[in-house]
């Protein structure tokens, strides 16, 4: 009998054994694959809300938060929370036991967290949740600094946390806190191009104050209209690009065509007309990301009209980019709607009656579709921008009328 006892705890520890094997090797194919996706993920919010579910599905934990240490304000604050329905939670360094991690590097382990006293049971009193366990773990990053803060709470089966899960914390936090820094570095460069273009903008603009604030506006106006033509993520990015920066080439115009009041004369006009060429020019120069590679295209046709008697190349409609034709609608919407020396800022009635006839021959017939049937998002568009508008005795502004409708600054003259 007892022989056979012993077989068969033999048998139960074995079977034991074999399930552990099972849990702990599909385990570590979760962590591989995990980390694999991660590092593929650049989105930094997809990122950190991949790896927060990853962590709960892993630790069988009920929900987790991922904090991030902004070391500027020298404080964390939680960039992900699943399943919490609790706001914003910041932290100050060394507060709280997630600020105790990013300031000492070291995992907490607690199975009763209302038994410790630096849990915060301010969260759990805003939503109704109880907290019971909580497994709090550093995220550090290539120079050992604390880059953030993994929290899991709640153990399912009413269990605490194990060695075992923090170990397994400990791989995936590793290759976490890579790809965080990856996308950070890319969020950070790509802030670094938006300024960049949006500055050059704004130094086109700050040349000529009657068409202050002008570049700006275009783009928003163009955003609207490209979402409405169903335009989005990098194609809505270079359409951004490109508005902001179609006018880039009129740098290498002289102030006094810039500037000058009334009509140019045909010299003059050709001389001016060069500008979108020069845009062309000018940002063939910057290296843009190759999945950007259209925006200095697309900003130097500006001036192409559909019936091919634009300017600078005088293009076929066929070969006029979508993003041109949209950048040139939103370039002579903003020309009627806001004030500019020659006229008063016109209605938006006027402006569509003007667009209309213009619609064809000179811009595409279906971007104007697009701008009438969006024409309240632009409205509300034109009144938050008014402020960006020349202000009424800025050098230039309302001194010698040029006539009714456009200037030829902003329309090729129909021949
Ligand atoms: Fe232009
Ligand atoms: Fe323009």
């Not at 694959?33 to 927060?52: F, G, N, W």
């Not at 890579?178 to 300024?195: F, M, S």
């Not at 080439?249 to 003059?268: C, H, N, S, Y």
């Amino acid at each position: 009998m007892p022989d056979e006892r012993r077989n068969r705890e033999r048998r139960a520890q074995a079977r034991r054994k074999a399930d552990r094997k099972v849990t702990t090797g599909s385990k570590l194919d979760l962590i591989l694959d995990v980390t694999r996706r991660l590092m593929s993920i650049t989105d930094l919010d997809a990122l950190l809300r991949d790896m927060a579910q990853a962590t709960t599905t892993l630790l069988d934990a009920d929900r987790a938060t991922i904090f991030i240490v902004d070391r500027d304000k020298n404080e964390l604050w939680s960039r992900v929370a699943l399943g919490t329905g609790v706001g914003e939670i910041r932290l100050a360094m060394g507060v709280g036991i997630a600020g105790t991690v990013a300031a000492t590097g070291e995992t907490i382990n607690i199975p009763d967290a209302y038994a410790d006293p630096r849990f915060n049971p301010e969260p759990d009193k805003r939503s109704g949740y109880r907290t019971r366990s909580l497994l709090t773990f550093p995220m550090t990053g290539q120079n050992g600094r604390v880059i953030g803060v993994f929290q899991v709470v709640n153990k399912k089966g009413g269990e605490h946390f194990t060695t075992d899960d923090e170990e397994t914390l400990s791989s995936l936090g590793a290759s976490a806190a890579v790809a965080v820094e990856n996308a950070q570095l890319l969020a950070g460069q790509k802030r670094l191009w938006e300024t960049l273009i949006e500055t050059l903008a704004v130094t086109i603009d700050a040349r000529d104050q009657q068409t202050a604030g002008h570049s700006q506006r275009v783009t928003r106006y163009a955003e609207v209209i490209g979402r409405a033509m169903g335009l989005a993520g990098i194609e809505l990015e270079k359409l951004r690009a490109a508005a902001l920066l179609h006018d880039y080439g009129k740098i290498a115009v002289r102030d006094e065509f810039l500037t000058k009041p009334g009509k140019l004369d045909e010299a003059e006009f050709a001389y001016m007309k060069a500008h979108a060429e020069k845009t062309g020019e000018f940002l063939a120069h910057l290296e843009f990301p190759h999945d950007m590679r259209e925006v200095p295209i697309m900003a130097a046709q500006h001036h192409e009209r559909m019936d091919g008697k634009g300017y600078p190349r005088g293009l076929p409609a066929e070969r006029i980019v979508l993003g041109a034709r949209i950048v040139a609608v939103a370039d002579v919407f903003d020309a009627l709607t806001a004030p500019r020396y020659y006229k008063p800022a016109y209605t938006l009635e006027k402006t569509l009656e003007i667009m209309e006839t213009m619609a064809g021959d000179h811009l595409d017939p279906a971007v104007i579709g697009a701008l009438r049937k969006n024409i309240h998002d632009l409205e509300w568009t034109l009144e938050s921008l008014k402020h960006t508008w020349p202000k009424p005795g800025a050098l230039g502004v309302g001194r010698v009328p040029e006539g009714p409708g456009l200037s030829q600054r902003d329309e090729e003259p129909k021949v």
